[in-house]
């Protein structure tokens, strides 16, 4: 094959000449008889299509088209509808967002499904619409399914903060801290959460789980004399407590008996630990102390319990200006002057003697007694045996004292019951007039009545002072 350009051999199948660079363009030799081939095939396609139409051409009918007035209403029609729908949607959205109890039911659905964080915000949308704590409670729970403690914590502290929670609902809210904190062995929390509230029923159901600050039985202040400070807690536990103003632990001197300032300036510092190792807040007393108190009565019998009569006697060399109780109180002006000897009383008795110099009351002697007699007579019965035997000797009428038709009675007082002169124990029972005015006079006369035998006596007072006891003989019959 030659170049048609430059004439020079190529060799066949090459695209372009090597001599000159030409381009070379391969054109396929025509064939008419695939010419003829083509032309026949178009022919009867052709063909196929006049038949199939049997050779009529059906032009397009014309597109039908809505006038414009037409149009707008169709589309205004269309456009009010839309907007009903949506108006209509938009109003149940609103009634549905707005709506406490479905956004509770929606939250109980959504946490039964697992879906807590749905959950979370549906609980919170119906606490903005209404904050109640019962709903807190619910979240709460959500929280709690989450593993999310913080919140959960945080919901309960906000609760039992809540000043119109119930009881009830104060309760489960600080139970179920209490489960947090105490699974945690945090017990000291505990005990600051108690001390914020004002329930005493919550705080003895947790008694043990709290540490209050000692109290102290007096006011810090000045005193002139000894002062018996009292240390007391709340619950189980120890009281420690420091003198000179450091801090107390439980390393510090523990608290047992009463702590006696006697002289001088104390700084008084106590704290209590209960058994769960909870520490209290620390309770401070300052105390200046000048001891210039007249001293306490020494009394002859000591506290116990007894079975006979005995005297209580002061034994100092200066009995006056003693006055003394026998009900625990502290003497005054006002209570019994000590004169002599006082017989114990029967039963159980608290006598406390002081003296009482210019209005000043000196340092008090306290004694507890309890007689138990060996006995089954009681001065009750002694007292209606004198009646008896008044009654039977003429000198009353009745049991009620009448001796006339005055209406003055005699009446018999029960005193004391004691020994005399070492011959036995007797009940001492005093006689008294009563007008009918109200006027009670005693008469004088006093009986005994011996408690073992029940024999019955005068008793009188002879010249030196010495008691006499003259027998009262039964009547004849």
């Not at 009351?361 to 007699?373: D, K, M, P, Q, V």
Request: glycine share 6%; aromatic share 12%; charged share 25%.
């Amino acid at each position: 094959m030659k170049c048609p350009n430059c004439g020079e051999e190529m060799a066949e199948g090459t695209l372009y000449c090597e001599h000159c660079g030409e381009d070379i363009h391969i054109v396929p030799d025509f064939e008419p008889e695939l010419e003829a081939d083509l032309e026949q095939s178009i022919s009867e396609i052709m063909d196929e299509l006049d038949q199939e139409h049997d050779g009529v051409f059906e032009e397009p009918e014309p597109e039908k088209r809505f006038s414009p007035k037409k149009l707008l209403i169709r589309l205004s029609v269309l456009l009010c509808i839309l907007f009903l729908i949506a108006a209509v949607g938009a109003c149940v959205w609103v009634y549905l967002y707005n709506s406490e109890e479905y956004q509770v039911s929606q939250a109980m659905r959504y946490t039964e499904a697992g879906a807590y964080d749905k959950a979370v915000a549906c609980y919170n949308r119906a606490l903005e619409l209404n904050n109640d704590i019962e709903l807190r409670f619910s979240l709460a729970e959500v929280y709690l399914l989450k593993n999310n403690k913080i919140e959960y914590e945080y919901l309960l502290r906000e609760i039992a903060d809540d000043k119109d929670a119930t009881a009830e609902q104060l309760d489960r809210a600080y139970g179920k801290l209490i489960a947090i904190y105490r699974a945690r062995e945090d017990f000291q929390t505990i005990n600051d959460l108690l001390l914020t509230s004002d329930d005493e029923n919550l705080i003895l159901t947790y008694q043990n789980y709290i540490a209050r600050a000692p109290e102290f039985s007096i006011r810090e202040g000045y005193y002139t004399s000894i002062q018996p400070l009292k240390l007391t807690a709340f619950g189980a536990g120890k009281i420690y407590y420091t003198l000179d103003g450091s801090e107390p632990d439980e390393n510090s001197q523990q608290y047992i008996t009463p702590i006696l300032l006697e002289d001088g300036d104390y700084c008084v510092k106590a704290v209590f630990i209960n058994d769960n190792g909870i520490v209290s807040d620390v309770s401070v007393g300052e105390y200046h102390i000048e001891n210039d108190e007249i001293p306490a009565p020494e009394v002859s019998v000591v506290s116990g319990e007894y079975e006979f009569p005995i005297n209580i006697e002061i034994l100092d060399e200066e009995k006056e200006d003693v006055y003394y109780t026998t009900d625990g109180s502290d003497p005054t002006y006002f209570s019994n002057a000590y004169t002599g000897p006082v017989p114990m009383p029967i039963g159980k008795s608290v006598f406390r003697f002081a003296r009482i110099v210019d209005g000043v009351t000196g340092e008090i002697a306290e004694r507890t007694y309890l007689l138990e007699l060996n006995t089954e007579y009681t001065p009750a019965e002694a007292v209606n045996d004198i009646v008896q035997y008044c009654q039977d000797s003429g000198k009353i009428m009745d049991g009620a004292g009448h001796f006339d038709e005055s209406g003055d009675v005699y009446q018999f007082h029960y005193q004391y019951v004691t020994n005399i002169n070492d011959v036995s124990d007797f009940y001492v029972i005093a006689e008294a007039y009563l007008a009918a005015d109200g006027t009670l006079t005693r008469t004088g006369t006093v009986y005994a009545v011996d408690i073992y035998t029940k024999e019955q006596y005068r008793l009188q007072r002879n010249e030196r002072g010495r008691y006499e006891l003259t027998r009262l003989e039964p009547e004849p019959e």
